[in-house]
Every structure is written in C-alpha cells, then in structure tokens.
C-alpha cells in the first residue's frame, strides 16, 4: 500500500508542477488571463461532464434499476459491502448488455450506483461476484470518480491552450507556435499521468475489495472470468462499448491478449483460478511483452498479470 501512496502522491504533485510551470510561462509571455481563462472553460467542461456523465451511461449501457423483490442476492451482497464499507447503499442496476462485467458511477458517495451486466450474472459464482461488486463499493468510498475528473481538467486545459497557442502571435507579432507545439507535449503527458492515476485507482478498488472481506483469489478468478468471457464477444460489440470502459472492472477491449498470458495461471484448466493456483503466481517472475507494456501505458486498467499477481502478494501480506 506503501508503493502506491508514494506513486499517487508523486502523480498529483507532477501534475500541480506542470500546472504551476504552465502558468508561470503563459505569465512571463502572454499575461496570466489567458490560462485562467482557459482554465474557467474547462472547469465548466468538467462541470458539465460531472453532471451529465450518470444519465448518458445510464442510457448508453442501457441500465435498468432492479429492486430488492426483483434481485434479492444482488441488494444482499451490495448492502452488507457497503455497510462494512461505511457508505450509504447504492443504487443497483441491470445492464442488458452480454458482455461481462461490473461498474460503479455516480457524482458522490451519496449518488452512488453499481450495476452489472447480465453477462456478468451468468458467469460468476457468488463468492466471485461479490468480490467484483467489492471492488465497485470501492470506487465509490474512495471518491475515484471525482479524482479521475478533477485530473483530467489539466489535459483538457492544455489541449485547448495548445491549439489556441498555434495560431496565434505574441505582442510583438511574433508566432507562439514554438509555446503551442510545448503545450501539445504537455497535453500528451498529462493524459498519460491521468491514465497512470487511473490504472493506481484500480489497485487501490481491489485492495479495497479484500479489506470488505473476499478473499483475493475469488477477485482473482473473477477476473480470469471476465477475460475468459470477454475474448468470446465480437470486436463490434467491445468496440460499442470502448467509450465507458473506464467504468468496468477489467478492460474487455484487451481480453484477447491478457488471456494468452492468463492461460498458465489456471494449472487445472478449471476454468477459475483457486487458492493454491494464486499462491502459486506468487512465486512466478511476471514476464510482459513490450508491446503489452506499451498498450498498459495507454489503458485505464493494469495489465491483467501483473494485477493477478498484486492479488497474490496481497494474499500473503493480508494472511
């Protein structure tokens, strides 16, 4: 946990030095108005986001709120997480979508909502799907929705100033296409950094499942699950969904891939993955391609195997 504090302190600090850098050139070259006035745009972008984004995930994974008559082992699983989690119930839906998986949205820990497909439903047991839903109670204790927002202002910001920049001259006419093509970079890396803030997040969401109380073997064969199930969809129903993949659990779009490294995980070809199959990963060098690096740092999750393998480490240190 250590580990990660330290790389999420030092994500959030490299961000404010980049902020604090861009105001101080734009101030020495242009005058300051012109990044504030750039930054009320994209608070007010993120406002926008920030309010709008629950209902347009509603509509586009075709969310169907289900009572406790209607699911009663689902509200069971979801109101004793978050009792133990010390947040108010959230809402609960039904996404009529076959791809397997889960995803908690909301704009506070108050308008919380954890909703799961119904592809998610016919894979799992209930041991593994509570887990998931662990992970997802998670996310919203620890606010993640409204961190990866506020973060993504910066990118935003600096998008728009980059191409603001490019086509504009200083006060003495000279061009600033030099101070927009250095915004350009910026925008590059901090978009990278909000990723890099994401994929920590998710780290932090399966901790926090294990600390409500699931074993880290039954996340992690949930997971194995989700991948598993995933690789068998059509690449036109993933790619309807690359939009909100943010929200799932896993990131269905690299299933494909992730399996083939997944593949010797399970010993016994059970199709999950058991107590001893997790204790065994522990011991296992993680040996990833570059080019599966190279899709990591571009993906809001981690790459499954080094996950899977956190969880292993974690089963340890937790006894």
């Known amino acids: 946990m250590l580990g990660l504090k330290v790389r999420l302190y030092l994500l959030i600090g490299a961000m404010f030095a980049i902020t604090y850098g861009v105001i101080s050139v734009l101030g020495a070259a242009a005058g300051v108005g012109t990044f504030y006035a750039y930054l009320v745009f994209g608070l007010i972008l993120m406002g926008i986001q920030y309010w709008s984004s629950p209902y347009l995930v509603q509509m586009f994974m075709r969310i169907k709120y289900v009572s406790k008559e209607e699911a009663p082992e689902l509200h069971r699983m979801v109101e004793e997480l978050a009792k133990k989690a010390g947040i108010p119930k959230p809402k609960i839906g039904i996404s009529e979508i076959r791809i397997p998986n889960a ?13 799961v497909t119904r592809g998610i439903l016919d894979l799992l047991d209930g041991p593994e799907l509570k887990a998931v839903l662990g992970h997802e109670i998670s996310h919203i204790k620890n606010r993640d929705m409204a961190f990866i927002t506020l973060l993504s202002v910066i990118p935003m910001v600096l998008y728009h100033l980059a191409w603001s920049m490019m086509w504009s001259r200083d006060r003495e006419g000279n061009s600033n296409a030099a101070l927009g093509t250095l915004f ?46 995933s690789s068998r969809v059509s690449q036109q129903a993933l790619k309807q969904v690359a939009g909100v993949k943010a929200f799932f659990a896993n990131d269905p779009t690299r299933a494909r891939s992730e399996l083939l490294e997944l593949r010797n995980i399970d010993i016994d070809l059970s199709g999950s993955i058991e107590e001893k199959e997790l204790k065994a990963v522990r011991n296992k060098k993680v040996r990833i391609s570059t080019f599966d690096k190279l899709l990591e740092i571009m993906s809001t999750h981690p790459n499954m195997l080094k996950r899977i393998k956190e969880l292993a480490a974690l089963e340890k240190s937790m006894g």
């Not at 995803?103 to 909703?115: E, H, Q, T, Y």
Request: include cysteine; charged fraction near 20%; aromatic fraction near 18%.
């Open 103 to 115: 995803f908690a949205f909301g704009r506070s820990v108050k308008d919380g909502r954890v909703c």
């Open 184 to 229: 350009f970079l910026l925008y590059f890396i901090t978009n990278l950094l909000v990723l890099y803030g994401s994929r920590i997040r998710e780290y932090y969401a399966d901790r926090g499942s294990v600390e409500l109380g699931n074993k880290p073997h039954y996340l992690a064969s949930a997971l194995y699950k989700l991948v598993y199930g």
